[in-house]
């Protein structure tokens, strides 16, 4: 497991606290599998051409794939794990001035929960195999969702 985190505070950073209390649970579901080792390794954004990663589903939730197909679109749900829960403001690379966390798509934040939206090149008895994820390997799974309009069925 990795266990490198997001630990520098850029000049023009403010910390806070670190949240003090739980009010809700999240039950991981799985793992995410990428070539990706550590947060530096990391694309900004996952591209629909980048490379092929592994979602692992654990097994007791795995009857829960029925249904999803090679070509469709997925929104994937990660905890970002190594991230940190105390900036509110930061200083990301490439832009003139600080920001504050909820005016960005950082993973540093009080519930690092990230989103991308994912092709499916193959679902497996285990999981799927998808493009155009942005996490370090070993990633949390949260959840699967279709990307579907706003007409479809829920």
């Known amino acids: 497991m990795q266990t490198t985190t997001w630990s520098a505070t850029r000049p023009g950073e403010i910390e806070g606290g670190k949240p003090d209390r739980a009010d809700a649970a999240i039950t991981f579901i799985g793992r995410i599998r ?12 996952g591209k629909p051409d980048g490379p092929v990663c592994r979602i692992e589903v ?37 832009r003139p001035a600080p920001l504050g966390t ?9 519930n690092p929960i990230a989103s991308s ?9 285990e999981g799927v195999l998808v493009r155009g994820l ?16 706003v007409t479809d069925v829920p």
């Not at 942005?134 to 309009?149: A, N, Q, S, Y």
């Open 134 to 149: 942005d996490c370090v390997d070993g990633t949390p799974l949260v959840d699967l969702k279709p990307v579907r309009g």
């Open 102 to 110: 909820f005016a960005l798509r950082s993973p540093n934040r009080p």
């Open 117 to 125: 939206e994912v092709v499916v090149v193959e679902v497996t008895a």
């Open 58 to 94: 654990d097994e007791p939730w795995r009857p829960a794939l029925h249904g999803i197909e090679a070509g469709s679109t997925m929104q994937v749900l990660y905890w970002m794990h190594l991230a940190r829960r105390d900036l509110l403001v930061q200083a990301p690379k490439g």
């Open 34 to 45: 990428t070539p990706f080792a550590t947060p530096s390794d990391c694309p900004h954004r």
